[in-house]
């Protein structure tokens, strides 16, 4: 019954027909510029207490966040109406979601999505998010020249079927993009140059591609206003672990990430500056975000 209302929805749309939820036609409505967090920065938090956990954040004003946590059609063990209303309770929106599309939400044979990634689509739409993000991109895609060109086919499709929804698809980078090349072109230079930026849109992680051997300063400048929303983090040399460096509390760290927020806001992005922290230095991850958002606004720039 679900599928069967997803494909009249959708031939409802192209009929243009104004008995279609508005959600699903007339797009998010957010401020051109916004400041959000990665609840992911407080994963532990939210599996004890998501509810306690938002309302701890909501006191600090946080006014948007972006979910990392999707499994069987619920964010955080809620439906989409359940969690609208929870964060509508809170003064809280979701302008952007993390969920990782994979070559298995394609249906080669039908030459379309599957029905599990349209009910993530439309469950984003109920949300009111304005961008899909997909956080990450399988080895098998990655490694073949051939596989990653189709499947940055399949992303401008995406595009496509957010853009029904008034939402555009999105792509998350991590390290592997600028350590990996085909050629002599990084992953993350394939994957700006495959994709149309009418539909797809990126959101930069300024802490992540450090490990990548990148920096920051330079992804900015080589490509100007490519960046609708932004992962905000910072990066310290790693005290353990596999990876070289850790993210820290903003303007503690080397990524000189109020600088780059400067330049790129004067290149005419991000819109979207998303607060992430994944390790803490001994601090507890709530009094982590709580001075991230002071820092924040100390910098001029407001929930």
């Known amino acids: 019954m679900i599928r069967r209302q997803f494909v009249k929805t959708a031939a409802v749309a192209l009929a243009g027909s104004m008995l279609i939820p508005e959600f699903l036609t007339a797009g998010p409505n957010y401020p051109k510029k916004l400041v959000g967090l990665q609840l992911y920065s407080v994963r532990e938090d939210m599996k004890k207490d998501a509810l306690g956990t938002l309302k701890q954040l909501s006191g600090m004003g946080y006014r948007y966040a972006e979910h990392a946590n999707y499994i069987d059609r619920k964010f955080y063990g809620w439906t989409a109406k359940e969690f609208k209303k929870v964060l509508d309770d809170l003064g809280m929106k979701m302008p952007s979601g993390h969920t990782v599309f994979s070559s298995a939400h394609w249906d080669d044979s039908k030459k379309d999505f599957t029905d599990k990634w349209k009910y993530t689509v439309e469950d984003a739409a109920v949300l ?5 993000i997909s956080p990450s991109m399988e080895d098998k895609v990655r490694r073949e020249p051939e596989a990653l060109k189709k499947f940055m086919e399949l992303f401008n499709k995406n595009g496509e ?3 029904k929804s008034g939402m555009k698809f999105g792509y998350h980078n991590h390290d592997f993009e600028f350590s990996e090349k085909h050629g ?4 993350f230079d394939i994957i700006l140059s495959s994709t149309d930026p009418k539909l797809v849109m990126q959101q930069l992680d300024t802490g992540n591609l450090y490990n990548g051997g990148a920096k920051a300063i330079d992804v900015v400048k080589k490509y100007p206003g490519r960046f609708e929303s932004w ?3 910072d990066e310290i040399l790693s005290s353990g672990g596999h990876e070289k460096y850790d993210s820290t509390i903003l303007g503690k760290g080397i990524v000189g990430i109020r600088e780059i927020l400067t330049i790129a806001t004067k290149a005419g992005g991000p819109n979207h500056f998303i607060i992430e922290q994944e390790a803490y230095q001994g601090i507890a991850p709530l009094e982590c ?6 820092i924040m606004k100390s910098w001029g720039y407001k929930a």
């Open 231 to 233: 992962h905000v983090k």
């Open 128 to 132: 009111g998010q304005q961008f899909v």
């Open 161 to 163: 079927l957010c853009q």
């Open 289 to 294: 975000m709580r001075q991230n958002m002071e």
């Open 184 to 187: 002599d072109k990084t992953l």
